[in-house]
């Protein structure tokens, strides 16, 4: 079954860096990832998506702060030089024969 | 730039019907699937349903499968959702985004703001 499983928080600094995972479920290492940005009274917002061999595409006028990685089953979202408005909620989205999946999302918090 | 907006949200009791649409503008609206997802409060973004950009195709979650219908009229650039026998479990924040294929089954490119619907006698 297509699962995406997501740490429920992180947190790191003002200025830092911080790592956000997201793992596929067994048998699907191969599927690419969309991570999207949930804001308190917003609508998502596609930042964008991570291949199996770690290439990412972002989305229109998405910062080169936010960018993505791969490991086996893993996708990464990686946002540099946090600044506060980067505090949200942050989803993985993977896709498959006539299945959309979430993750269950990763609260950000920055420090 | 691409936008969505939605609209038709509300409060309804249980057992009754709403009907959600999507408006969209800035791309070819019927090169595009068209999907609806929802946010309970304080859980994660759950799919509801995709119509491809044709119309001639739509998928829906097993959880509103046989109540949630799913349509597109491309000469208005709108998505229907029209909801029936809804329960509480339907509260929610209803987002429509786009789809990056015409099929569907791709990831969402872009997303409107949302329209809320209480299921609340």
């Known amino acids: 079954q297509l699962e995406l499983t997501q740490s429920p928080s992180a947190s790191a600094s003002l200025g830092a860096s911080v790592k956000v995972t997201c793992i596929l479920s067994?048998?699907?290492?191969?599927?690419?990832i969309a991570w999207h940005q949930k804001q308190p009274e917003k609508g998502p917002r596609f930042l964008l998506t991570?291949?199996?061999?770690?290439?990412?595409k972002k989305g229109d006028g998405i910062p080169d702060r936010f960018s993505g990685s791969s490991s086996g089953s893993e996708r990464y979202l990686t946002i540099s030089s946090l600044q506060s408005d980067d505090e949200a909620d942050y989803y993985c989205?993977?896709?498959?024969?006539?299945?959309?999946?979430f993750g269950g999302g990763t609260r950000l918090t920055v420090l | 730039e691409m936008k969505l907006l939605e609209s038709g949200g509300g409060l309804v009791q249980p057992g009754g019907s709403l009907r959600l649409s999507c408006t969209a503008s800035g791309f070819t609206f019927d090169n595009y699937a068209i999907n609806w997802v929802r946010q309970s409060p304080g859980k994660g973004l759950e799919w509801v349903s995709v119509?491809?950009?044709?119309?001639?195709?739509?998928y829906y979650a097993d959880s509103v499968k046989g109540r949630f219908t799913i349509s597109r009229d491309n000469s208005r650039n709108t998505v229907h959702l029209q909801m029936t026998n809804v329960g509480a479990e339907d509260t929610a924040l209803y987002f429509c985004?786009?789809?990056?294929?015409?099929?569907?089954?791709?990831?969402?490119?872009?997303w409107g703001q949302g329209t809320l619907v209480t299921v609340s006698s």
């Open positions: 985004a786009k789809d990056y294929f015409s099929s569907g089954w791709g990831h969402f490119d872009s």
């Open positions: 989205q993977t896709w498959g024969t006539d299945i959309q999946v």
């Open positions: 991570v291949d199996r061999d770690g290439s990412h």
């Open positions: 119509v491809s950009g044709s119309g001639d195709l739509t």
């Open positions: 067994s048998g699907h290492s191969s599927y690419a």
